[in-house]
Each structure stands twice: as structure tokens, then as C-alpha cells.
């Protein structure tokens, strides 16, 4: 009996004995690590954007940015953005969190800076990263209070890619004003062909939202992002009612997956889709179309006139103001955007961030050269990260019911100002 | 042994043979705690707490970076009066009377055929094989089969254009959809368990009503049916639990989607907690879900029990 005791007393033991033995081994490596990271310049990289990328290229990446600024920087990858987001707001606050990490622009960059858990990167924008290459007019993006609170991991630009063979098989030029896409579209319907592609995805309701506002007049778009023009006014309306129009007449497709999108371009039976310059890698390595060959781009053109408007979206890199790494991390930022890491982080992610690098791709390419023309373009930040969230869960909804013919204008709008007028205390 | 069992055991502190056997008793109790003491110390630390840790979450706004603020009730009264809530709700019941029905009845009817089959094991491993196929897989391979270019696109070319679209895109049809896909991938589990059932069964009563001359409906319906009834109720309160917290099928191949018009409860859940980061909201939810469940099992499980 007393042996039995003995033996559970001591499977007992061994089982807490263990339990904290686990607890404190991973107290104690990360105090390790801490100390490490400290003296020899180690940093985490945290991130959701390679989770889909070869280890091999990760490792390339990687070894570049460790041997140019001295640091030992190693990637972790979380394969679904809800976990890594979870991850992240439970360790931003420690000691404990990564000394580097994207996240998204807009509210949710600006609730991490008000919170006080990012480290004021200011200094690091002007000695760095402008110099560097990377276009001044995306810091207000990444500011709060007049401070840098982050630097583009990367910067993606929205435009029209159309497949150039369809174009030329029907005698079609590139649109120079709104009316001129209508005549194209109108063409190409008659010839049996779906002129524009939607995406059939939760959040990609504003794409074409957006692109008709600041299409028919930029400051609507910019009014009805920060809440001074209401989604009910008359313009705004107006705008809708031409969308649906165009919609009833078969100019847009069904909303359907990326890869059908691609696939439809590819094939000819779409002629065009709105999307970011990224998808000109996928296109040609994976359906073959040859950059500036077989597809090319162009900007959605203005209703009334004046520059046409390329919305942009940044994914912002930062620094954990908690973290015993952000010194090191800090550090990294400094070659980051140098010329030998740039072009590797191209070569790897298909992202251009600055304008000492060139991609591959020639409709990537053409893509960045047209937003640096300012004479006839202006950049934009997209809908999704320029307004205030809870506004935009909202439009999301209502507005994929409008692509999908469930709702028209006149049923949205009143749906997505009332949400407004809640946050906008109207 | 018996005479000390039989020591008079209202005078222990007279009797040495009874104080040594309480005190042995008192140590078999303490040895037996111990025993589910690992157990118990688990269950505590990783389900009890959360349960405590998302009821008080719950009664709090908290975005997952800045402080809880508590709100009493207000997430609660919040949800209720969230149209997508409400849509979510519908499509969790429409889930559940499905999977009740179907999932219930069509296994059962399977099974009859089966066991009187020549090839029962044959046909047992063909509606077996897709439970082998987690639903994340299954998830994949109907959303393939259904985009633009999968079954749509065949028909189109069968003079069909209409139906040359993502089927999962059309709201309420893809729920129709995804629950079919459910059923197909989860058949195999109930129909194992019936065919299981059936050859178990105590065969005296059925040669007993096939000698009075009992039809075959009735043979099933008054004799066999209530022989498997335990394996029956087993199988609906399964069927009816899983239903309740379906998730891994929906967020592959929809993800709630269009415009939260195919959210489940459980989908909802998540989203309102990790995609909006609402956890105060997303916990109400995950309260409430929980509360639902725990009620139809302790119904289904007090009936069991009382039979039994």
C-alpha cells in the first residue's frame, strides 16, 4: 500500500515536475534569448506575408538583411492573419515581443501608435528610408501626431490590367476618359466578351467603390472617407447609379475567385480586372501572359476631367516599443531599403518599395512608373485602410450585395450612413 | 475479513481493528482524489478558466491591444439586435434540422440496405472513405468543383451560360451546398455505428415478430428501431452538437461569406473576435453558443440516462 503511495506521490511530482519544468524552460530560453538578442543583435521578423513563400527564398532574404546590417534577423511566419494578429496583440505589450512586424495601415496601425507600443521611427524616415528611394508622400500613412510610427514593408498600387490581345483583336485603344472605358466596354460585350472582372472576396466590395468615387470627383472620395460628405448625398448617389447602371448592362462579371479572375484574363473571355500590381507576377509565372506582350495597365480614367487617382495600400513595418530587441530592430531598418536588400526583397516577394529597384516584371514595372508621373496621376490611400473601421465592416457587406445585384444603391447607402452617423456623431 | 467487516463500527475508538480500517478507507479515498487529481488540475487550468476568462470577457469591450472597458450587458443586447447575428442564427438552425434529418435518417436507411446487402463491407468502406477526408480537404475540393471553372463551366458548355458562375457566391444556396458537403463527408461515422448496431441487436424479438407474421415497416419500426434506439440517440446528439459548432467547411470555402449571408454561430464567433477584434462581442457569442448546446445535451443526455 505504502509503495503504491509512494508510486503515485511520486508520478505526481514527476507530472508537475515536468509541467513546470516546461513552463520555466520557456521562461528561461526567452530570458536567454533576451539576453542573447541583446548582446549579439538577434531579432524575430514577425510576420503573415511569407507564410505562402519558399523557405529557401526566405532564408535568401533573410541571410541578406543579416549580413548587410550585422543583425541576426530570423522570420517567423504565421500562416493565417487572425492567429498572427492575436499572437501579436497578446505580446506587443511585453518585453517579450518581436523586435520587427507588419501590420495593416489605417485604424489598426493608429490604435498600436495611440496605444504607446511602436517606437517613433521618425529619425529612421528621413536618414533612411526617403533617401533610399521610397516616396515621401506615404509618410502621412504610417504618421500619428506628426511621428513615424512605422516604414512600408510594402507598397501596392491598384490599377487596370487588361490582356493587350484582346484589346488589339477588337480594335480597341486604352481609355483616356470615363465615356471612352464605356465604348470599350459596350465593344466588348457585343463581341461576347465580359469587359471587367469582380472578386469574390469579404473584403473586396470597396475596389470598384472606390474607383468610381474618386473617379467622378477625388474630394467625394476623400469627403466620404473622413466622414465630411455623407454616403447619402446626392453626388455620391449619382456616382452608384452609374456603377449599377454599368453593372445591369453586363459589364462586370460575377464576383469570382483571384485564380478565375486570372485564369479569365488569361483566356480572353475577361479583358480587364482592377487589381494590384503583385497579380502581374502571379499572371505571368502562372498563366503565362508575358508582361507588356500580352497584358499591360492603365489607370481608371476621370469622369470630369483633372488626374486620374491610383489608390495605393501600405503594409506597415514596425518596431515594438517594449520589446528588448528594438534597438537591433532598429538597426535592421537602417539597410533595409538599401539597394542590395531591395533587390532581393523584390526578386523574392514580387513588392516594390523603392525607386532604386526594378522588377522582373515590365507591367509591375509600368505600374510604378505611372504613379511617379505627377502630372497626370495622384496617389490615393484605398478605402479600406482610410476609413474608420467600423464604418467600413459595414460598406463591405453592403456593398457585395450590391455587386451580386442582392441590393441596389438606393438600399445600401441609407444602410452604410446610419453606421456613419454612429461613429460621426451626425 | 469478515470478522473485521463486521466490527462494530459506532465504537471505533474502543475497537484498534476498526481505527486501522478507517484509516485505511480514509487513504483509499485520498489515493483515488489523487488519482484523477492530473486529470481534474488539467481540466481546471485549460477549459474551466477559459470558460470563466471568455464569461468575463464577455461583459467588457476590448479590441485585443488597449484596456477592457465593462459594459455589462451591452454586448449581449448588442448582439441581439445585429441583423448578422440574427442571419447566422437562422443558418445555424437551418444546419441543425438539416443534420437532423438528413444526417440521421439517411445513414439509417443506408445502413437497413447495407446490412442485408451481399456486399456490406464493400459498401460500408465506399461511404466510409470520405469521413477518412478532414472537412478543411473536402472544403477545398467542393470550392474547386463549384468555382467558374469547375462544374458551372461544364454546364455552360452543355448550353447552359446561366449557370456559369460560383455557386458558392450565391448566397443560400451555397449554405444548401456546404451542408450537403457536411453530410457527404460525415456520413460514414453514423452509418458504421448503425450497421454496427444492427448486428449486435438481440435477433430473439425480430424471429419472434418474423414468425407472427409482422410485415417488414413494422418489423423496423416496432421491433429493430427501438432494439438500436441508444445508438440512435447517441448518433442525433452527436450530429446535433457537431452541427451546432460547425466551422472548418464553412471558413474554407466561403468564409461566412457573401456578405456574412452563410455565418454560422460559430463563424461568427470568430470573426467578431479575430477578423473585427470585438472579443467582449465574440465571447457573448461564444456564451451563447455554449449555453444553447449545454441545454439540448442535457435534455438528450437526461433522456438517455432515464432509459437506461
Given at each position: 500500500?505504502?509503495r503504491?503511495?509512494?508510486?503515485?506521490?511520486?508520478?505526481?511530482?514527476?507530472?508537475?515536475?515536468?509541467?513546470?519544468g516546461?513552463?520555466s524552460?520557456?521562461?528561461?530560453?526567452?530570458?536567454?534569448?533576451?539576453?542573447?538578442?541583446?548582446k549579439?543583435?538577434?531579432?524575430?521578423?514577425?510576420?503573415?506575408?511569407l507564410?505562402?513563400?519558399?523557405?529557401e527564398?526566405?532564408?535568401?532574404?533573410?541571410?541578406?538583411?543579416?549580413?548587410?546590417?550585422g543583425v541576426?534577423?530570423?522570420?517567423?511566419?504565421?500562416?493565417?492573419?487572425?492567429s498572427?494578429?492575436?499572437?501579436?496583440?497578446q505580446s506587443?505589450?511585453?518585453?517579450?515581443a518581436p523586435g520587427?512586424?507588419?501590420?495593416w495601415?489605417g485604424?489598426?496601425?493608429?490604435?498600436?501608435?495611440?496605444?504607446?507600443?511602436l517606437?517613433?521611427l521618425t529619425?529612421?524616415?528621413?536618414?533612411?528610408?526617403?533617401?533610399?528611394?521610397v516616396?515621401?508622400s506615404?509618410?502621412?500613412?504610417?504618421?500619428?501626431?506628426?511621428?513615424?510610427?512605422a516604414?512600408?514593408?510594402?507598397?501596392?498600387?491598384?490599377?487596370?490590367i487588361?490582356?493587350?490581345?484582346?484589346?488589339?483583336?477588337?480594335?480597341?485603344?486604352?481609355p483616356?476618359?470615363?465615356?471612352?472605358?464605356?465604348?470599350?466596354?459596350?465593344?466588348?460585350k457585343s463581341?461576347?466578351?465580359?469587359?471587367i472582372?469582380?472578386?469574390?472576396d469579404?473584403?473586396?466590395?470597396?475596389?470598384?467603390?472606390?474607383?468610381?468615387?474618386?473617379?467622378?470627383?477625388?474630394?467625394l472620395?476623400?469627403?466620404?472617407c473622413?466622414?465630411?460628405?455623407?454616403y447619402?448625398?446626392e453626388?455620391?448617389?449619382?456616382?452608384?447609379?452609374?456603377?449599377?447602371?454599368?453593372?445591369?448592362?453586363?459589364?462586370?462579371?460575377?464576383?469570382?475567385?483571384?485564380s478565375?479572375?486570372d485564369?479569365s484574363?488569361?483566356?480572353g473571355?475577361?479583358a480587364?480586372m482592377?487589381?494590384?500590381?503583385?497579380?502581374?507576377?502571379?499572371?505571368?509565372?502562372?498563366?503565362g501572359?508575358e508582361?507588356?506582350?500580352?497584358?499591360s495597365?492603365f489607370?481608371?480614367?476621370?469622369?470630369?476631367?483633372g488626374?486620374?487617382?491610383?489608390f495605393?495600400?501600405?503594409a506597415?513595418?514596425?518596431?515594438?516599443?517594449?520589446?528588448d530587441?528594438?534597438?537591433a530592430?532598429k538597426?535592421v531598418?537602417?539597410?533595409?531599403?538599401t539597394?542590395?536588400?531591395?533587390?532581393v526583397f523584390?526578386?523574392?516577394?514580387g513588392?516594390?518599395?523603392t525607386?532604386?529597384?526594378?522588377?522582373?516584371n515590365a507591367?509591375?514595372?509600368?505600374?510604378?512608373?505611372?504613379?511617379?508621373?505627377?502630372s497626370?496621376?495622384e496617389?490615393?490611400?484605398?478605402?479600406?485602410?482610410?476609413?474608420?473601421?467600423?464604418?467600413?465592416?459595414v460598406a463591405?457587406?453592403?456593398?457585395?450585395?450590391?455587386?451580386?445585384?442582392a441590393a441596389?444603391a438606393?438600399?445600401i447607402?441609407p444602410?452604410?450612413?446610419?453606421?456613419?452617423?454612429?461613429v460621426?456623431?451626425? | 475479513?469478515?470478522?473485521?467487516?463486521?466490527a462494530?463500527?459506532?465504537?471505533?475508538?474502543?475497537?484498534?481493528?476498526?481505527?486501522?480500517?478507517?484509516h485505511k478507507?480514509?487513504w483509499?479515498?485520498i489515493?483515488?482524489?489523487?488519482?484523477?487529481a492530473?486529470?481534474?488540475?488539467?481540466?481546471?487550468?485549460?477549459?474551466?478558466?477559459?470558460?470563466?476568462?471568455?464569461?468575463?470577457?464577455?461583459?467588457n469591450n476590448?479590441?485585443?491591444?488597449?484596456?477592457m472597458?465593462?459594459?455589462r450587458?451591452?454586448?449581449?443586447?448588442a448582439?441581439?439586435g445585429d441583423s448578422?447575428?440574427m442571419?447566422s442564427?437562422?443558418?445555424?438552425?437551418?444546419?441543425v434540422?438539416?443534420?437532423?434529418?438528413?444526417s440521421?435518417?439517411?445513414?439509417?436507411l443506408?445502413?437497413?440496405m447495407?446490412?442485408?446487402?451481399?456486399?456490406a463491407?464493400?459498401?460500408?468502406?465506399?461511404?466510409?472513405?470520405?469521413?477518412?477526408?478532414?472537412a478543411?480537404?473536402?472544403?477545398v475540393?467542393?470550392?474547386t468543383?463549384l468555382?467558374?471553372?469547375?462544374?458551372?463551366y461544364?454546364?455552360g458548355?452543355?448550353?447552359?451560360?446561366?449557370?456559369?458562375?460560383d455557386?458558392?457566391?450565391v448566397?443560400?444556396v451555397?449554405?444548401?451546398?456546404?451542408?450537403l458537403?457536411?453530410?457527404?463527408?460525415?456520413?460514414?461515422?453514423?452509418?458504421?455505428?448503425?450497421?454496427?448496431?444492427?448486428?449486435?441487436?438481440d435477433?430473439?424479438?425480430?424471429?419472434?415478430?418474423?414468425?407472427d407474421?409482422?410485415?417488414?415497416?413494422?418489423?423496423?419500426?416496432?421491433?429493430?428501431l427501438p432494439l438500436?434506439r441508444p445508438?440512435?440517440?447517441?448518433?442525433l446528439?452527436?450530429?446535433?452538437?457537431?452541427?451546432?459548432?460547425?466551422?472548418d467547411?464553412?471558413?474554407?470555402?466561403?468564409?461566412?461569406?457573401?456578405y456574412?449571408?452563410s455565418?454560422?454561430?460559430?463563424?461568427?464567433m470568430?470573426?467578431?473576435?479575430f477578423?473585427?477584434?470585438r472579443?467582449?462581442?465574440?465571447?457573448?457569442v461564444?456564451?451563447v453558443?455554449?449555453?444553447?448546446?449545454?441545454?439540448v445535451?442535457y435534455?438528450?443526455l437526461?433522456?438517455?440516462?432515464?432509459?437506461e
Amino acid at each position: 500500500m505504502r509503495r503504491k503511495l509512494l508510486a503515485l506521490f511520486l508520478g505526481t511530482a514527476l507530472l508537475f515536475g515536468t509541467m513546470a519544468g516546461c513552463g520555466s524552460a520557456g521562461k528561461d530560453g526567452a530570458g536567454e534569448g533576451e539576453v542573447l538578442g541583446a548582446k549579439t543583435g538577434a531579432v524575430e521578423f514577425w510576420n503573415d506575408k511569407l507564410n505562402n513563400t519558399d523557405q529557401e527564398a526566405i532564408d535568401e532574404l533573410m541571410g541578406s538583411i543579416s549580413s548587410l546590417s550585422g543583425v541576426d534577423v530570423s522570420c517567423v511566419a504565421y500562416p493565417d492573419t487572425a492567429s498572427y494578429q492575436t499572437a501579436l496583440q497578446q505580446s506587443v505589450t511585453t518585453a517579450d515581443a518581436p523586435g520587427l512586424f507588419t501590420w495593416w495601415s489605417g485604424p489598426q496601425l493608429m490604435t498600436l501608435a495611440g496605444s504607446g507600443n511602436l517606437e517613433d521611427l521618425t529619425d529612421i524616415w528621413d536618414e533612411y528610408v526617403v533617401p533610399n528611394g521610397v516616396a515621401d508622400s506615404v509618410k502621412e500613412s504610417l504618421s500619428l501626431d506628426g511621428k513615424v510610427y512605422a516604414v512600408p514593408y510594402s507598397i501596392i498600387y491598384n490599377m487596370i490590367i487588361y490582356n493587350k490581345n484582346v484589346f488589339a483583336d477588337n480594335g480597341l485603344e486604352v481609355p483616356t476618359t470615363f465615356d471612352e472605358l464605356l465604348a470599350v466596354c459596350e465593344v466588348l460585350k457585343s463581341k461576347g466578351i465580359t469587359p471587367i472582372a469582380l472578386k469574390n472576396d469579404g473584403w473586396a466590395g470597396f475596389i470598384w467603390f472606390q474607383a468610381m468615387l474618386a473617379a467622378y470627383d477625388p474630394a467625394l472620395y476623400q469627403g466620404v472617407c473622413d466622414g465630411s460628405i455623407a454616403y447619402t448625398d446626392e453626388k455620391v448617389v449619382n456616382v452608384m447609379h452609374i456603377w449599377q447602371d454599368m453593372i445591369e448592362k453586363g459589364y462586370f462579371s460575377e464576383p469570382m475567385q483571384i485564380s478565375d479572375m486570372d485564369k479569365s484574363l488569361a483566356n480572353g473571355t475577361v479583358a480587364m480586372m482592377l487589381e494590384p500590381n503583385y497579380e502581374c507576377k502571379t499572371l505571368t509565372g502562372d498563366y503565362g501572359m508575358e508582361p507588356e506582350v500580352d497584358m499591360s495597365v492603365f489607370v481608371v480614367p476621370p469622369m470630369n476631367g483633372g488626374k486620374s487617382i491610383i489608390f495605393f495600400e501600405i503594409a506597415p513595418l514596425c518596431v515594438a516599443k517594449g520589446s528588448d530587441d528594438k534597438e537591433a530592430a532598429k538597426e535592421v531598418l537602417k539597410s533595409w531599403y538599401t539597394k542590395d536588400n531591395q533587390t532581393v526583397f523584390t526578386n523574392v516577394t514580387g513588392f516594390l518599395c523603392t525607386s532604386q529597384v526594378v522588377s522582373e516584371n515590365a507591367t509591375a514595372n509600368e505600374m510604378v512608373r505611372l504613379t511617379q508621373d505627377d502630372s497626370k496621376y495622384e496617389l490615393m490611400l484605398r478605402y479600406y485602410e482610410n476609413t474608420d473601421d467600423s464604418i467600413r465592416d459595414v460598406a463591405l457587406d453592403e456593398l457585395m450585395k450590391f455587386e451580386t445585384r442582392a441590393a441596389g444603391a438606393d438600399d445600401i447607402l441609407p444602410v452604410i450612413q446610419q453606421k456613419a452617423d454612429e461613429v460621426f456623431g451626425n | 475479513m469478515n470478522n473485521t467487516a463486521s466490527a462494530p463500527r459506532l465504537r471505533l475508538d474502543n475497537v484498534p481493528v476498526a481505527d486501522s480500517h478507517i484509516h485505511k478507507k480514509r487513504w483509499t479515498v485520498i489515493r483515488d482524489y489523487m488519482y484523477i487529481a492530473p486529470a481534474v488540475i488539467l481540466v481546471a487550468v485549460f477549459f474551466i478558466s477559459s470558460i470563466l476568462y471568455t464569461l468575463m470577457l464577455s461583459f467588457n469591450n476590448w479590441d485585443g491591444v488597449n484596456k477592457m472597458e465593462f459594459c455589462r450587458i451591452d454586448n449581449y443586447l448588442a448582439l441581439f439586435g445585429d441583423s448578422n447575428f440574427m442571419i447566422s442564427v437562422g443558418n445555424t438552425l437551418i444546419w441543425v434540422v438539416s443534420s437532423l434529418v438528413i444526417s440521421v435518417l439517411l445513414p439509417l436507411l443506408l445502413a437497413i440496405m447495407i446490412t442485408k446487402s451481399s456486399f456490406a463491407k464493400l459498401f460500408t468502406n465506399f461511404f466510409y472513405f470520405p469521413t477518412a477526408i478532414s472537412a478543411t480537404v473536402s472544403g477545398v475540393i467542393m470550392a474547386t468543383l463549384l468555382s467558374t471553372y469547375g462544374i458551372p463551366y461544364l454546364l455552360g458548355q452543355l448550353g447552359h451560360p446561366e449557370m456559369v458562375k460560383d455557386w458558392l457566391a450565391v448566397p443560400y444556396v451555397n449554405t444548401f451546398v456546404m451542408i450537403l458537403t457536411g453530410i457527404w463527408q460525415g456520413i460514414g461515422l453514423n452509418l458504421v455505428l448503425y450497421v454496427a448496431a444492427f448486428r449486435n441487436v438481440d435477433l430473439s424479438p425480430i424471429e419472434a415478430a418474423m414468425i407472427d407474421g409482422v410485415g417488414p415497416v413494422k418489423l423496423y419500426t416496432k421491433v429493430v428501431l427501438p432494439l438500436i434506439r441508444p445508438t440512435i440517440i447517441v448518433i442525433l446528439l452527436m450530429s446535433l452538437v457537431n452541427s451546432f459548432k460547425v466551422f472548418d467547411g464553412i471558413w474554407v470555402m466561403t468564409k461566412g461569406g457573401p456578405y456574412r449571408s452563410s455565418e454560422t454561430l460559430a463563424l461568427t464567433m470568430y470573426e467578431e473576435s479575430f477578423i473585427y477584434n470585438r472579443y467582449g462581442r465574440g465571447a457573448a457569442v461564444a456564451i451563447v453558443l455554449t449555453v444553447v448546446i449545454l441545454i439540448v445535451s442535457y435534455f438528450n443526455l437526461r433522456n438517455t440516462f432515464r432509459e437506461e
